[in-house]
């Protein structure tokens, strides 16, 4: 018999949680300079309605399977599917969902890494010690397997003690944490001269460019992104929400919270970055873009911070905030093959969870020590291709192989009258017919870039 499943205490433990999956490194790094790119303002409103039109119900899509089945992606979708056939291929989009997410969290920790030391070098500095404080921010791949190591282990030691008293106790705690240091130091950058100059950029819309296909195609693919979607880690916390919880609310909330810190970052980093060109560093690459990923969080925003006045606290609190979004994001991804090891295998979950852990570090050293030919092949397979795929299956799943009248049952236990809403009017044919239209939208464009 399987070790007891957890459950989620509390509907803000279960959105903070959720929220902390979805609110990654990519809401940080890659929205703002997204935005800056598409029209500004126009890409911020066209995204936010974008998140409403496929990350909400491919999210609900994930939600619904997870409680209906309470179990890990490989026997969700096998519950659910009535054929054998419909049976084998649920099987195998659960063990590619397991298999990408591992891969996933292999570089993600790498990057994790990154964050540490860069955390700790401020504090290293003022200590009187140069030499370790280069170390920490040089590239190498000692450093790489230390800080990777380390950050896995906060991962494991969080998801070991369990989904009440880990995953909901820590991101009840950092998910308020990360809101605080974003707001202080929004409030910071603005003081700053120069930050204006970004705030225009990133809030003025640009009309012209709403119905830009480049741009409507990059809010589509940010959407999509953006909420964790695909690999399973919404179907996995969506399986430990209590019977009664109303599913469709719930869902809209995480994606307003996701959203709305996606917003935020924007009126951080982009402020901060013309910041930084008042004060001489260089923000555009050599093809006029403006800089982003690593480039802008380990290059531009560090120059700056050497820059300005309190600019030791200032980092010391943003790789704080980015250490934060990346591991409450871990943990979600290392939750789903722990979550098929408990089940399947009748381990205990701090066994799953730190053999599990050990898999992954495993992963991540082989990159680590063949970086410049694994690292980016990784990032793409996983993100850009399989990521869109396996939400493309698992709309599919829920829309065109599940039982419609099971659908309903399962949402009408946390609201009874959901077949006179307009969410139930509305959510069955569009998750089955355009969802998935979409999320090929969302594919091509990764295909052809």
């Known amino acids: 018999m399987s070790s007891p499943r957890g459950q989620f205490s509390s509907r803000i433990g279960f959105i903070l949680a959720a929220s902390g999956s979805a609110v990654g490194l990519g809401n940080i790094w890659g929205f703002p300079t997204n935005a800056a790119e598409n029209g500004g303002g126009a890409f911020v409103l066209v995204y936010f309605l974008l998140a ?23 026997s969700a979708l096998q519950i659910i599917s009535p054929g054998k056939t419909t049976r084998l291929l649920g099987k195998l989009t659960g063990f590619y969902g397991i298999i990408v997410a591992a891969l996933i969290l292999s570089f993600y920790s790498i990057v994790a890494g990154w964050m540490l030391a860069y955390l700790l070098e401020p504090m290293v500095n003022l200590s009187g010690l140069p030499g370790l404080a280069n170390w920490l921010t040089a590239f190498s791949a000692p450093r790489n397997l230390l800080f990777c190591a380390i950050f896995l282990v906060v991962t494991c030691a969080v998801i070991s003690a369990g989904v009440e008293h880990g995953i909901e106790k820590w991101s009840c705690r950092l998910m308020p944490a990360l809101l605080a240091m974003m707001v202080f130091l929004i409030g910071y950058v603005l003081t700053q001269p120069g930050a204006v100059d970004g705030l225009k950029l990133y809030l003025i819309p640009d009309f012209s460019r709403i119905g830009d296909p480049k741009l409507i195609l990059s809010a589509l693919g940010q959407a999509f992104f953006s909420l964790s979607l695909g690999v399973g880690t919404m179907l996995i916390y969506g399986s430990y929400l209590r019977p009664d ?39 555009y690459t050599d093809q006029g873009t403006l800089m982003a990923g690593p480039d802008l969080i380990f290059q531009t925003l560090p120059a700056l911070f050497q820059t300005m006045a309190g600019g030791t606290v200032v980092a010391l609190l943003f790789f704080t905030l980015l ?31 730190w053999l599990s852990g050990a898999i992954v570090f495993a992963i991540s050293a082989v990159i680590v020590m063949n970086f410049d030919t694994l690292f980016a092949a990784v990032v793409t397979l996983t993100t850009r291709y399989s990521q869109p795929l396996l939400g493309l299956m698992l709309c599919v799943f829920a829309t065109w192989v599940w039982r ?10 946390g609201l009874p009258d959901v077949q006179h809403s307009l969410f139930w009017r509305i959510w069955p044919g569009y998750a089955k017919f355009c969802c998935p239209a979409l999320i090929l939208l969302v594919l091509a464009q990764s295909l052809m870039n």
């Open 52 to 74: 409403f039109c496929l990350a909400y119900p491919a999210l609900m899509a994930e939600l619904i399977i997870g409680r209906h089945t309470r179990a890990n992606m490989v």
């Open 245 to 283: 919880d109303n599913l469709p609310a719930m869902g809209a909330i995480v994606t307003a919270l996701d959203s709305s810190v996606a917003f935020l970052a924007g009126l951080l980093v982009l402020p901060a970055m013309f910041v930084a060109r008042h004060q001489g560093v260089e923000i």
């Open 404 to 413: 419609r009248d099971q659908i309903l049952e399962e949402i009408r236990r």
């Open 323 to 353: 250490s934060i979004a990346a591991l409450t994001s871990s943990i979600s991804m290392l939750e789903v093959p722990v979550s098929y090891t408990l089940e399947q295998h009748v381990a205990s979950r701090p066994m799953a969870t």
